[in-house]
């Protein structure tokens, strides 16, 4: 049990289509990060989000976009889906003591994503 | 910008055999460094990590070193168990304002153990 629990864990989508990502963390931990790992790859930072703004984000589009909530849960939601965007979807919570380089990201188990 | 390398695989080896996955980086700032783990159908588990040059990070038997005149943060494992069968991601993180605590991940290395 690592205290990030995703949801759906396996999702079949339809090119154009829109979909959202969920993930829950353990109370207190207020800063959560979303990854996409393609099949055979190293996953690839999407955004982060603390105190329900994002506060970082990478290399992808804007129809990739996500909201925090009151509770530190967290939303991916994707629009205007494509082929490419088949992947697992990973929800990260940021723990630590404090020092920035001495904080650990926990990862959920993903969401599988396979977009048709 | 940042960037992660590592050995590519499949690393196959047989139980109790001597493991080392390689890794090394490129950073704008001073990193610390991480070693994952995913195993079969899993997400990723933190197997160790190291904060500042010469740091060693261990875990289950893994060891790594941080190295920062080679930039590298090489895996070992004196004797591998068939269990230690997964995915194995190198990575680094250089917190900032426009990335937040961003981890940049290597390529993944797959190691398989057989009995």
């Known amino acids: 049990e690592t205290g990030v629990t995703q949801s759906p864990t396996h999702l079949i989508k339809t090119r154009g289509q829109q979909v959202t990502l969920r993930c829950s963390s353990q109370?207190?931990?207020?800063?959560v990060s979303w990854y996409q790992q393609a099949l055979g790859q190293g996953p690839q930072f999407i955004f982060q989000?603390?105190?329900?703004?994002?506060?970082g984000r990478g290399n992808f589009p804007p129809r990739f976009s996500g909201l925090q909530f009151p509770n530190y849960s967290s939303e991916l939601n994707v629009n205007a889906l494509e082929l490419d965007d088949s992947a697992l979807y990973l929800c990260?919570?940021?723990?630590?003591?404090?020092?920035?380089?001495?904080?650990?990201?926990?990862f959920g188990a993903g969401s599988r994503l396979t977009v048709l | 910008g940042d960037s992660v390398t590592q050995m590519e695989g499949p690393v196959t080896l047989s139980e109790e055999a001597f493991l080392t996955i390689n890794c090394t980086y490129t950073a704008t700032g001073y990193p610390s460094l991480f070693w994952y783990v995913q195993y079969p159908g899993e997400g990723l588990q933190l197997l160790l990590k190291a904060t500042k040059a010469d740091d060693k990070g261990s875990n289950k038997g893994f060891e790594a070193t941080y190295r920062k005149e080679t930039t590298s943060f090489h895996l070992e494992k004196g004797s591998v168990q068939v269990s230690d069968s997964a995915v194995y991601f190198c990575?680094?993180?250089?917190?900032?304002?426009?990335?937040?605590?961003?981890?940049?991940f290597g390529g993944g290395t797959r190691v398989l153990v057989k009995p």
């Open positions: 109370s207190g931990h207020n800063t």
């Open positions: 989000y603390y105190r329900e703004e994002e506060n």
């Open positions: 990575a680094l993180t250089v917190p900032s304002k426009a990335a937040g605590n961003k981890l940049t």
């Open positions: 990260a919570s940021l723990t630590g003591t404090g020092s920035p380089g001495a904080n650990v990201l926990t």
